[in-house]
Nanobody, 112 residues
Framework: VQLVESGGGLVLPGGSLRLSCAAS????????MSWYRQAPGKEREFVAV????????NYEDSVKGRFAISRDNAKNTVYLQMNSLNPEDTAMYYC??????WGQGTQVTVSS
């Protein structure tokens, strides 16, 4: 299982970012995928999950209405569109295969 995140960076409060996670080493279209995040000094926390076919999603309460998880099974890629970002969203964001497997993470920093 290999998961490679990209798309993180520094963004102003109120801004947007789109994270991508390229997957390989398993049958992507058969697997639910999720995003987690970990802020400095805090435990890793769930952000969003999407079913294998993309028809079902779920979100942590603080990101509902601001973040959107999606996937392209033809490209073996899962995305996290993040809008209306605030400093509390600052964290390392990790792609996760629900049945097991983590990426190395991509840093998102929201600051003026």
């Amino acid at each position: 299982v290999q998961l490679v995140e990209s798309g993180g960076g520094l963004v102003l409060p109120g801004g947007s970012l789109r994270l991508s996670c390229a997957a390989s080493g398993f049958t992507f279209s058969n697997n639910a995928m999720s995003w987690y995040r970990q802020a400095p000094g805090k435990e890793r926390e769930f952000v969003a999950v999407i079913s294998s076919g993309g028809g079902s999603t779920n979100y942590e309460d603080s990101v509902k209405g601001r973040f959107a998880i999606s996937r392209d099974n033809a490209k073996n890629t899962v995305y996290l569109q993040m809008n209306s970002l605030n400093p509390e969203d600052t964290a390392m964001y990790y792609c996760h295969r629900v049945l097991g497997g983590w990426g190395q993470g991509t840093q998102v920093t929201v600051s003026s």
